[in-house]
């Protein structure tokens, strides 16, 4: 047959020329997930697992002291990095635990007020499900929609406040498409309608600048482990004047942390975040510029090499790092799968154990086909532009033999709209 | 996920990739699944006339590893069967073969409805009935 095409030969991943200078296999760009340890931050930890191991609540003894002093330095650094002051900060065991204790916290010490709680469909698990928690317990949760590019709209925002609203919980900005809210514009509202505001701000503290003033932020969580720290260790802001904020402790015991978190305190890894804290502060600005021209040189290059390229997130208000991309006509897991000394993430079903695609995606209102087909990219301190040039060539690489596979791809090529099939689900 | 050695071998090396023309009576296609479920398997079947054989087969597939494995295995194994011999080929010979875990059995499953959908449309074009084609196949 004449207009038989044939590609028995299609290879997927081969093992190609040797790897250009400076790259080392497995490469790492999932820094969303979590990040290494800057080294420095680890030699200022080491001491604190050895011979300084006193517990810093121990008030009578030199051991006790020398514990206690490192984790008020470490509160001043991160409350430095947030233009907080030291007061405000509580430690605790990371971010989950931080938006924990602010939502059930706050829900319990004001109930009396109101039992309105309002979120976004964008939210991390850790505010979802807590306020799913509390729906339980008799609170009313508002998750407000977003719109196409990952932004809430303030006047859904507006609408939703009513008379028992008493918490408004928006993340600062989103671990898989990077978008960031505009945080000192819902702080304000809050503040106006007399509303405690509280940000998840994991993605962004580090990242980029974070000032709990300018930003009219009430509550906000942290962790170690995003921002070159430890992991199991983070914090939580809570504002101390105008207006006074207060929590309901949800772990009782020794009455630390002024009495919001028991529990003896882990001073290597509060130390650990306190230097990631600093180290942040200092080198944001210029690591933040240079992340983003990586993200946008990597981005271009996907653009110019293939099409039907869906970049996804407002890429204005965007993380430096992040690059959330579908590889549209290709499915997520099996382009994973010819990449596997890369590490990034996919909004693939196929990734997840629901078999259901990131929700995320999904309320930006793309189809789950889009969804079906991204990759997020999470650049950090330590990649290079030799990694950035060997991961995006090999994507394309493996996107268009995937392509060669695909059936869709090959479909809208000869311009059927695939949308007038009749696929039958399954 | 590790995958089993098998399915990494279709993968990096699909067998009988490509496409058929869908117009001739002796080509059948099969297009199963759906982009928003995030597999969707073409199957094409060239069947001998005389001999009811499957003398050629060619996939094309968008979804994970599995998926592409599955439908690049149903390939080989449908090549030189009988109609019939192929319509006995199961999801669970798939299974067994490429050694897929529980969260990849719907893509056996998928291969299998392929294989399904191309003789069928290859029975349509050909005003074949069922129990005519089991008579031939006798």
Known sequence: MSNEMSNNGVVISESTAPLPAGVTLPIYMDNHATTQIDPRVLDTMLPYFGKVFGNAA??????????????????????????????EIIFTSGATESNNLALKGIAEMYRER????????????????????????????????????????????KRAIDDKTILVSIMYANNEIGVIQPIAEIGKLCHEKGVIFHTDAVQAVGKIPVDVQKDNIDVLSLSGHKLYGPKGVGALYVRRRNPRVQISEQINGGGHERGMRSGTLNVPGIVGLGAACEIAGQEMEAEGKREKELRDYMKAKFEKALDYVHVNGNMEHHLPGNLNISFVYVEGESLLMGINDIAVSSGSACTSATLEPSYVLKALGLGDDVAHSSIRFGLGRFNTKAEVDYVSDKLIDVVSKLRELSPLY????????????????? | MAYSEKVIDHYNNPRNVGQMDKASSEVGTGLVGAPE????????????????????AKFKTFGCGSAIASSSLATEWVKGKTIDEAL?????????????????????VLAEDAIRAAIGDWKKKNSVAETAAVAVAQ
């Open chain 1, 410 to 426: 090959e479909m809208v090529k000869e311009g059927i709209d695939l949308t007038k099939i009749e696929w039958a689900a399954h």
């Open chain 2, 88 to 108: 006995a080929i199961s999801n669970t010979d798939i299974v067994k073969e490429l050694a897929l875990p529980p969260v990849k059995i719907h893509c056996s």
């Open chain 2, 37 to 56: 479920c995030g597999d969707v398997m073409r199957l094409q079947i060239r069947v001998n006339p005389e001999t009811n054989v499957i003398e050629d």
């Open chain 1, 114 to 157: 109101g039992n309105h709680i309002i979120t976004q469909v964008t939210e991390h698990k850790a505010v979802l499900d807590t306020c799913k928690k509390l729906e339980k317990q008799g609170y009313r949760v508002t998750y407000l929609p977003v719109q196409a590019d990952g932004l809430i709209d303030l006047e859904d925002l």
């Open chain 1, 58 to 87: 121990s008030r009578n003894h030199a051991f006790g002291w020398e514990a206690e002093q490192a984790v008020e330095k470490a509160r001043e650094q991160i409350a430095k990095l947030i233009g907080a002051s030291a007061k």
